[in-house]
């Protein structure tokens, strides 16, 4: 193995725990990446002072990241916090503040008004969406399949006592258990996590509601999400691992069945043995592969994540009354809900998450200053190519915001950067802006999602997003574990 060399193009985390995995193998490795550094949607801004997360702002599921450590056989490379609570819901026109704690009796104890015994039903609905997290995690989430209908037949080795699950939605699994519309709206904000709604959501994704408040929980990163990322590449370059940036791959050159190097944008070749794809796994099909079955229009013509707006605002105040973690609620949730992937307009009344990163990690902003991260779900590029009115629709939620905290922070901005799926989508190479890339419907997950393997050359692979498992930060994790199989596999055959 010391001698196959292996390019990763795209130095997101899934590429990132690719390439450490790998190095400890004993493989050589470099790492192409298209951005001036390491992370994509992972990623960081610094500017006039402050940091900024620009995508996730907590994780879930530690343990990949601990189990990655070990089999790497480095010291855990950032240091992170379980959350306690987890986030604060605030709905408009309600005064109160919904504080979503793992401690099922300092939870229950806020929704006894509304729903009555509000614990004894959590339990209920924790105890099935437990079940279904241990029922396929293994079989299903943590494996590889070669084939559609290898997938099929591993499914039918699922329990069936989950099998009227798959015929509801997110929000219709979540009505089976509890009736008052804060606790149904709130129990279903997980499914944002996913890129779509509750009501395009399959219900199968209510094991999320287990890890949140049962199996791990949710954590913060000290000194802010990219500690990841720089933690990992400190790691890589220490066993010499070349980063690339400012290098995009365009094209291929290949022999028979196997790809011989890719070229970047200025026509330079990169030549190896292996091959890892951590961009897109259907965009990089359709843009550089030229496969049909991933054109642009094919690609139009699959299910997407939801775009996102993101807003990064540095204040010279302080907001003492802000939690860490924040959704901001309407009153037409599931009219928002069922229109945010439709209809533009949808955005007059827009629903969004506020981050503090500043409350625990006081070096990310300016002494008395806080690092504000917005985050409202809206339509792709596909339904609102148009951005012209951004500042309109950004104006807006920071007028709400103010509303809803009873303090006006206009007037303290000092910093603002504002990324539209317009700006996504040409940063990260998103098809229209998608955040989180292909959803996760019936006919797009599993085997039946783009193969982390490539259909023509043995030699090439994906990891990441739109392959399996699925979106988000312990999938990328998983899914460097999944590529792995697949590149020793080749690399035994071939020795």
């Not at 790492?31 to 001036?36: D, G, P, Q, R, S």
């Not at 939870?107 to 279904?132: R, V």
Request: with cysteine; proline share 4%; glycine share 6%.
């Amino acid at each position: 193995m010391k001698n196959k060399e292996v390019i990763v193009v795209g130095a997101g985390l899934g590429g990132l725990t690719t390439a450490l995995r790998l190095v400890k193998k004993g493989y050589k490795v470099t790492i192409l990446e298209k951005n001036t550094q390491a992370g994509g949607r992972l990623n960081r801004i610094q500017k006039d002072g402050f940091t900024f997360d620009t995508g996730p702002s907590f994780f879930s599921m530690s343990y990949e990241f601990k189990k990655l450590a070990e089999e790497c056989n480095i010291t855990m490379p950032f240091e992170f916090v379980e959350l306690d609570p987890l986030y604060s819901v605030h709905f408009a026109g309600d005064p109160r503040s919904y504080h979503l704690y793992k401690d099922m009796k300092k939870l229950a104890e806020q929704f006894k008004d509304i729903e009555p015994d509000f614990e004894a039903k959590m339990a209920t609905y924790l105890q099935k969406s437990g079940a279904l997290f241990h029922d396929t995690i293994d079989l299903v989430v943590k494996n590889n399949f070669d084939s559609i209908f290898e997938y099929i037949a591993t499914l039918m080795r699922v329990n069936p006592v989950h099998l009227p699950v798959l015929l509801r939605n997110f929000w219709q699994q979540v009505g089976l258990h509890f009736s008052s519309k804060e606790v149904k709206r709130i129990v279903s904000l997980v499914a944002f996590f996913l890129g779509r709604t509750p009501f395009d959501t399959m219900a199968i994704y209510t094991l999320l509601s287990y890890t949140e408040f049962k199996h791990d929980g949710y954590y913060n990163v000290k000194g802010g999400m990219y500690k990841i990322v720089e933690g990992i590449v400190a790691e890589l370059e220490k066993e010499n691992v070349k980063f690339e940036y400012n290098t995009e791959i365009v094209n291929i050159q290949s022999e028979k069945i196997r790809v011989k190097s890719v070229i970047d944008q200025h026509g330079k070749e990169w030549l190896a043995d292996i091959f890892v794809i951590n961009a897109d796994a259907a965009v990089f099909r359709g843009t550089v592969m030229k496969r049909k079955k991933f054109s642009t229009k094919k690609l139009d013509k699959m299910n997407w994540t939801m775009g996102y707006l993101t807003i990064y605002l540095g204040i010279d105040c302080k907001l003492p009354q802000v939690n860490h973690h924040n959704y901001y609620l309407g009153t037409n949730y599931e009219e928002y809900a069922n229109n945010v992937m439709k209809n533009p307009d949808t955005l007059d009344k827009p629903y969004y998450y506020v981050n503090v990163l500043s409350k625990h990690n006081e070096e990310c902003a300016p002494a008395g200053c806080e690092s504000l991260f917005f985050v409202c779900p809206v339509p792709t590029l596909l339904q609102k190519p148009n951005w012209d009115d951004r500042d309109k629709i950004v104006d807006s939620i920071i007028a709400d915001f103010s509303n809803r905290i009873d303090k006006n922070i206009a007037p303290h901005i000092v910093s603002k950067t504002i990324f539209t799926p317009k700006e996504w989508e040409t940063m990260i190479n998103l098809h229209r802006g998608s955040g989180l890339g292909l959803s996760h419907t019936m006919f797009q997950i599993g085997g039946f999602r783009p193969a982390n393997f490539d259909e023509k050359f043995e030699n090439t692979f994906y990891v990441g997003t739109s392959t399996i498992p699925g979106a988000g930060l312990p999938m990328a994790v998983i899914s460097s574990e999944l590529v792995c199989k697949r590149v020793y596999a080749f690399t035994e055959k071939n020795n």
